[in-house]
């Protein structure tokens, strides 16, 4: 019985090894990309990297907890290293009511091994994670009675002329998106905290989209003509699935 057991875990470890850095083999389709778990991650980085080491520092506050997770692939290097985060919200789902820690974390390690390129096809974000914000949109639509959902109506409908239609927003944000938040911010002097900055890292599409609105709506006497600027330097017509124009009069989310 030890024998095949062992046979076994060979087959595993030699099955892991063989597989490409991005994990398309073990890759989930949701809603038309593919993500990966977690767990196939961190079984490819133990079988891959056997001198590498994941580390995790716990911080935490009285809203939420925070995990910052460290990746070396190979400790004779310490110098060469990845980090990922992700906080949870102490009781703000019917899991985090419980296991907030063990939900951060699990993220956390996720982001850090998509760091290092691990199991990333279509974003850095993993099933887990997919699975956790749909979750969470569901519970909150059920507690409360509203849609959290971000819009999606189509372009030619008469009350969405001045939209432009994000493809699933609920994605996680692109790096585009990410990079444009920072620069208008720093542009509109607004300084981002390292818990925004980590929050903002975690933002879907539909929630990017609508924090480039609310900063291109700030005023900025050194820079009037922001909108027109961003356009330059991220064309909205190559990022028509993440950028998403609204009109002035609609209220910051």
């Known amino acids: 019985m030890r024998e095949s057991l062992n046979q076994k875990i060979k087959f595993i470890a030699l099955n892991v090894t063989s597989m490409n850095k991005d994990l ?4 989930i389709d ?4 593919k993500y990966v778990l977690v767990s196939d991650r961190i079984l490819y980085f133990n079988e891959v990297y056997p001198n590498g080491s994941i580390k995790t520092d716990f911080i935490s506050d009285p809203e939420r907890v925070i995990i910052k997770v460290t990746v070396t692939p190979d400790n004779d290097k310490p110098e060469r290293f990845f980090t990922g985060h992700s906080q949870a919200v102490w009781g703000d789902s019917y899991i985090n009511k419980t296991s ?3 939900n951060a974390e699990t993220s956390a390690v996720g982001r850090g091994l998509a760091m290092m390129g691990i199991g990333v096809i279509d974003s850095v974000a993993s099933v887990d994670e997919i699975h956790k914000a749909e979750s969470t949109l569901e519970e909150n639509k059920s507690r409360t009675g509203q849609d959290f ?4 109506k189509p372009i030619d409908q008469p009350q969405a002329q ?4 994000i493809k699933n927003p609920n994605d996680p944000a692109s790096q585009k998106q990410i990079e444009m938040i920072h620069s208008l911010a720093k542009q509109k002097g607004k300084k981002l905290t390292p818990q ?10 539909g929630e990017a989209s609508k924090k480039i609105n609310v900063l291109l709506k700030l005023k900025s006497p050194t820079l009037p003509d922001l909108q027109g600027e961003a356009k330059k330097v991220f064309p909205i017509k190559e990022e028509i699935d993440e950028v998403e124009i609204v009109d002035p009069n609609e209220p910051p989310f």
């Open 162 to 165: 001045n939209h432009l239609t």
């Open 24 to 27: 398309a083999e073990k890759a």
């Open 196 to 205: 925004e900055r980590i929050s903002i890292a975690q933002y879907t599409k």
């Open 149 to 152: 959902t971000p819009s999606t």
């Open 100 to 102: 907030a820690l063990e």
């Open 30 to 33: 949701i809603k038309g990309k």
